[in-house]
């Protein structure tokens, strides 16, 4: 018999009645509080096309690697989840069949997120009133299919609907961000949604493309890229060009936070044995960190905050990673070094006016001990929400605990998505705000916070907060 | 006055009364429900012999480095707790002597879980209704001594009274498992005791006794062991002889998780020089994670699931090693990095539907950075139950909140006792399907899960769950 | 309007009213009982002088880096703060104006212990009944100057106030400890303040200041400290010194907890290089482990317990360092290795019974990985505090979490302030006792302590515990 699914008004709230009722008391005062989004993987084509989505598997289970992972994990390979394999040697599964997968394994995402993304796509945005399994699947499917079908479940609808006030995307530094351009000269849409400026490919000589997205570079702004002068002035013209189009930041994931500035000549040597292909690793890496450096300096100057989230490594499996390319879950985090590793760009800029940094990482155990610290200390460093793996209700919670001890909410930067499943972003700033609301009922039933003062945060942590830590554009400012 | 010892139908379950009554209504479904123990460190002998325990001190505390460690730690030398020093420089105590330290020292043990576990037994197997303490000691003593003279107290009759359904022993490769024969053979004995194969020593050429070792294995299988090919022949045929005896899985516990593979001469040559005292530190650690790599092929041919819990500083205080021999409780977790690491295990063997790996650590701030992401993506991966150090109620829920969010319960392995201590099995198996219980009734309390599902899942964390990731026979299969 | 400021009888306490009840009920047991205070900062020639504070903003904010670190976070100047700078280049605020700094950021401490602490000074101590803000500002600077006017809050009586029966400074080893001396030969103070022997400059020759300390060194013991046998008879002889002054313990605060010896000719041969400003990175380093070695060797002999907590990295921003000085909130925790790095001392003597050590440190990961661990088997081995960054309820729970299944919590060393702030002492311990209140609460609610035993050990925690652990004299014992 099909169990039934439907949300519970106090999901994630703390179960001691009192706490309980001081946090949905502090929910209610967020109710309908517009979305800022400042970082995340949405193609921003979605929003100019406005076409309607495919197909139930090709909107919520393909793309998102958070849900194609456990199920990999489970045993389902990932043709069967409408991967493509490169080589053509796998069949892909149809639509429905992928999203009988899922159904069918419901049980592997019992204490998930995950799951709690999807229940709340399912029951709230498209009116499923069954849990998944396989007995439902295809129940499910033509239902959700129905809707999408419908006006109302294009992308531009379901941005009003979801209530977003900004959106930021993830650019590749060459893009010509026509989206954007289109987006913002659109009078029909409201909406705001600026690039960012993600330069890691660019900055790493060891990447395999590096040379070749140098020409891209070069190709697109006119600087001889090849050689470092040129390079650094090539780099310039793009973050203006972004910035021109509405960015307030850069992104960066390099595999650690070295920073170490190399001078001028070194790194002008270095740059000319890359692009001949003589650099050794170690120059390489000496020249990517330096790079990073460079980065700092210029947001400095045009003031982009830098969003710096170290330590992953990437495509784990090479097997997977050369059938199905890079962001198939296998993305793995490793311990970072924080504190000497940033000395550099602290030391230069930490109480620089112009500077700003917020700082991610997946590895909890700086929290406490690295992350808080710094960001206690310098006005330039806010503390990245716990994100990927960590945009957890639990994960949530152990962050506040851990960092709020040392920097208070203030030096924190509010929750980001960080997601290219479209429709998850409401379920997650739900999550985020049910988690703060009950971090701080917690306080308040301790007595450690007036209730007032609790609510203020929380109205601070999904605007003010954002607003500052990201350099925003007020609401009135489109 | 002394004060009355009674277990309380509620422990460890959470203090909210809401959160408690679902929690108990949980437990209640795994009321009875037999125990797999696949990781453990019982000598099969003992139930070979069935002969019964000499006395309470002997049973519950000489053996049990738990106990034994935090004694130590509160200043009662070793011999008083019946160790022997190998120099015969020390008297031992005598059990009733070892007896009295334990009760005098009751206070150091607030708050551990070997204390759960001992008042588990006191007052659940023994029937002891006395809080142990100086003024106890005698009387707790000789209650204790009447019951272990009793036919119900010899180990069979604990094992059918505890509920045990299967328990794996870890035995050297060159056992020749007697005592697993004679128990499998024996009609009147109708548990499943299976051995587990623990080859480390045969796999370090730095370990003192390696070549020692390595004549034994040649001595067990007419195997040349001083040539690589043998040697690998010799492990092979080992393998395949615990497997004919019910072996599911071998059990590997290296400083760290290296495995990168060497090519076939080089390993042929290093082997020959360790085996002429001639290799040096660094060939011999290559060699040493070579064969954890050889091992993974083994098992991805013949099925045994691997168990790897690196990172443990062994026999830290030397002056006690010496004396009393290894496992007298200064064995010290270290950091362990797995992601790197694992790598050419997981590209070769990660996908492979013959290769599984239950992975463990005491190391917690993996939990969530490494070891999650790692079996949230690679069907071979199965994270191993927080055990040892964390073998507690609070670990294990430390272990669920931090894990959970990534891979749900489906790639865990459920719990291992992983015990010297026969009569402490029950007890621990009892904590951890509370710890469990409570963790799963807060996600129903918070509208995370139905109260159905949790109670679906406790139930699989105890039978399906550890079956599935350990390879363990069906109930009907012995 | 001004909000009313108010401390709540169950501040701190778990929310749960059966939890609560019960935790309330054990900090009956605790109150008023005498504080003991082993490690902290307080300049002893405060009680000797008895002079009256001078203001409000010189009494709590700019001595206390807490604070003043997070209003520099949030973008107030240290000079705005009361701190100078040395080249005069910024001039510094008035008290008034510092006090109206914190006013007006007070939101910026919302959910930070130093906000606990503040708000317990003001209401407890001062009897502020306004809650800080830029309105209420002038008023509540006003009240407090008023009452720092009175003789009852002169540093004598607030010393009795606050029930201080011993309290330990941190003194340089030439310190001619006279402050102290005075103290005990006062008849009208009946407080007990004992010195502590800091030696960290003195021990590692990169320090910029090296030869200049053992050349005061050598002025205060006629000893030749050029000579490495004359340079360990200073040290011998000041800490005899400091014992005759009833100093109980040493503090050492070094990068790493490296202790490798050298064999006496090539400490001899490194300390002459070093003096002769020859020495090598790698040597110099060498001979600071070396003398971390040596300070446990002479504790063994004197009885000083040793107190280390390694793993800072201090003065992280130069600029400020340059401008400011040390101790100015830039200090940041780094990953620290016990295991290994401790083997040399703990080998030789762990198990001696003149040698007690106290482990404290920033990093987190290592309560239940290491610490603990190494305290549960090592009789010299205490478990420290949760300090500096860590001494928060939040994190107080986690270290009673992470290590009291380990080590229970007659291993661990009692609470320590660590603090400059005087007048913060009381709101220190008194959330110390709330804290662990809250944790032995929790045990009793889930059945795993009596509540006899609870309160038991509570008592033992402010009294017995600390005094085992620092082997402070026992209350008549004055």
């Not at 989206?179 to 909406?191: C, M, P, S, V």
Request: hydrophobic share 40%; aromatic share 8%; glycine share 6%.
């Amino acid at each position: 018999m099909p169990k039934p699914l439907a949300l519970h008004p106090d999901r994630l709230l703390p179960a001691d009645p009192s706490v309980r009722t001081i946090a949905r008391r502090l929910l209610a005062e967020v109710d309908g509080v517009p979305i800022l989004s400042p970082h995340g993987h949405v193609d921003p084509s979605l929003l100019v096309d406005d076409e309607r989505f495919p197909d139930p598997a090709t909107l919520l289970i393909t793309p998102d690697h958070y849900v194609t992972r456990l199920l990999h994990a489970n045993g389902v390979p990932l043709p069967r989840l409408g991967l493509t394999a490169t080589d053509g040697s796998m069949p892909t599964s149809s639509p429905r069949e992928v999203w009988r997968s899922l159904c069918a394994h419901w049980r592997a995402f019992r204490g998930t997120p995950s799951r709690y993304w999807l229940e709340y796509e399912l029951a709230e945005l498209f009116g499923v009133a069954l849990q998944p399994s396989a007995g439902t699947a295809d129940e499910i499917y033509d239902h959700v299919s129905d809707r999408l079908a419908a006006a109302e479940y294009r992308p531009r609808a379901l941005f009003k609907r979801f209530g977003i006030e900004l959106l930021a995307t993830t650019d590749d530094p060459c893009s010509p961000l026509a989206e954007h351009r289109r987006l913002a000269e659109d009078e029909t849409f409201t909406g705001t949604v600026i690039p960012t400026f993600r330069p890691d490919v660019y900055l790493d000589p060891q990447g395999s493309q590096w040379r070749a997205h140098l020409r891209r570079l070069a190709a697109t702004t006119d600087c001889d890229t090849e050689n470092y002068a040129g390079f650094l002035a090539a780099l310039r013209a793009r973050r203006e060009a972004f910035r021109a189009r509405g960015a307030t930041s850069t992104d960066h994931s390099p595999p650690d936070a070295g920073c170490e500035p190399l001078d001028d000549s070194t790194a002008a040597r270095i740059h000319r044995a890359a692009v001949g292909g003589t650099a050794t690793t170690a120059e390489a890496c000496a020249y990517r960190r330096h790079m990073l450096f460079q980065m700092a300096a210029m947001s400095a100057e045009d003031g982009l905050v830098m969003q710096l989230h170290p330590g992953v490594y990437r495509s784990h499996h090479e097997p997977t990673a050369r059938l199905f390319g890079p962001d198939t879950g296998h993305d793995i985090p490793v311990t970072v070094e924080f504190v000497r590793a940033l000395r550099p760009i602290l030391d230069r800029f930490g109480t620089h006016p112009g500077f700003r940094m917020v700082l991610f990482t997946l590895d909890e155990s700086t929290f406490s001990r690295e992350l808080a610290p710094l960001a206690g200390f310098y006005p330039a460093v806010y503390l990245g929400a716990p994100w990927w793996f960590l945009d957890t209700p639990a994960a949530i919670s152990r962050f506040r605990y851990a960092v709020t001890d040392t920097v208070g909410f203030y030096r924190t930067a509010g929750f980001v998505d960080d997601t290219r499943a479209f429709c998850s972003i409401p379920a997650r700033h739900d999550m985020s705000r049910r988690a703060d609301a009950s971090f701080l009922a917690e306080l308040v039933a301790s007595h450690r916070l007036t209730e007032d003062e609790a609510a203020a945060t929380l109205r601070d942590l999904v605007s003010e907060i954002p607003r500052t830590a990201f350099r925003l554009p007020k609401p009135a400012g489109r």
